[in-house]
T-cell receptor
Framework: DAGVIQSPRHEVTEMGQEVTLRCKPI?????LFWYRQTMMRGLELLIY????????DSGMPEDRFSAKMPNASFSTLKIQPSEPRDSAVYFC??????????FGQGTRLTVV | GIQVEQSPPDLILQEGANSTLRCNFS?????LQWFHQNPWGQLINLFY???GTKQNGRLSATTVATERYSLLYISSSQTTDSGVYFC?????????FGAGTTVTVRA
């Protein structure tokens, strides 16, 4: 398996623009997570999906953030409108029944 | 949520030295993972270790779930071991991360 695949790897956008991050989980995994990593807050969970259903979105910072999982092999995290404080590395992770989570390579987002 | 504390926050090693990293957690957990974040930012799985001891090459880990801690041992450290080591624990469903231990191995 190719592991968890995220795109793009790097994104630079202007404040106010819409940003969409993409994730393809490992085939057969039924749990998907979006995490954000910053120097100030470390790794924090944004949202958790189980069997494509959002279970916990309490970590989503505000209404500008939204996430979808239309099927078992694809998820998106959207920020609209983006702000400079959204600059961070965003990770997607997936987990199967075996309970070991695997992370994608991350998307480094810079909002200028 | 579960609190995860890692120590020490920073560690500087001479190549060839051994070291121990510690992870304490505040509540019962279903599993525990150790990750290495390399200088390129990738989170690499090291161990999935809810309890007991595992070894992988120069690395080994021990989790004592009843006492709520885990240890990661690095032996004969190499410069490629540099990076941040994270402990992450799973309570109900999510992984909660510690702040990490930044390891620098000098040649």
């Amino acid at each position: 398996d190719a592991g968890v695949i995220q795109s793009p790897r790097h994104e630079v956008t202007e404040m106010g623009q819409e940003v969409t991050l993409r994730c393809k989980p490992i085939s057969g995994h039924n749990s998907l997570f979006w995490y954000r990593q910053t120097m100030m807050r470390g790794l924090e969970l944004l949202i958790y999906f189980n069997n494509n259903v959002p279970i916990d979105d309490s970590g989503m910072p505000e209404d500008r953030f939204s996430a979808k999982m239309p099927n078992a092999s694809f998820s998106t995290l959207k920020i609209q409108p983006s702000e400079p404080r959204d600059s961070a590395v965003y990770f997607c992770a997936s987990r199967g029944q075996g309970s070991e989570a695997f992370f994608g390579q991350g998307t480094r987002l810079t909002v200028v | 949520g579960i609190q995860v504390e890692q120590s020490p926050p920073d560690l500087i090693l001479q190549e060839g030295a051994n070291s121990t990293l510690r992870c304490n957690f505040s509540d019962s957990v279903n599993n525990l993972q150790w990750f290495h974040q390399n200088p390129w930012g990738q989170l690499i799985n090291l161990f999935y270790i809810p309890s007991g001891t595992k070894q992988n090459g120069r690395l080994s880990a021990t989790t004592v779930a009843t006492e709520r801690y885990s240890l990661l041992y690095i032996s004969s450290s190499q410069t490629t071991d540099s990076g941040v080591y994270f402990c992450a624990v799973k309570g109900d469903y999510k992984l909660s991360f510690g702040a990490g231990t930044t390891v620098t191995v000098r040649a």
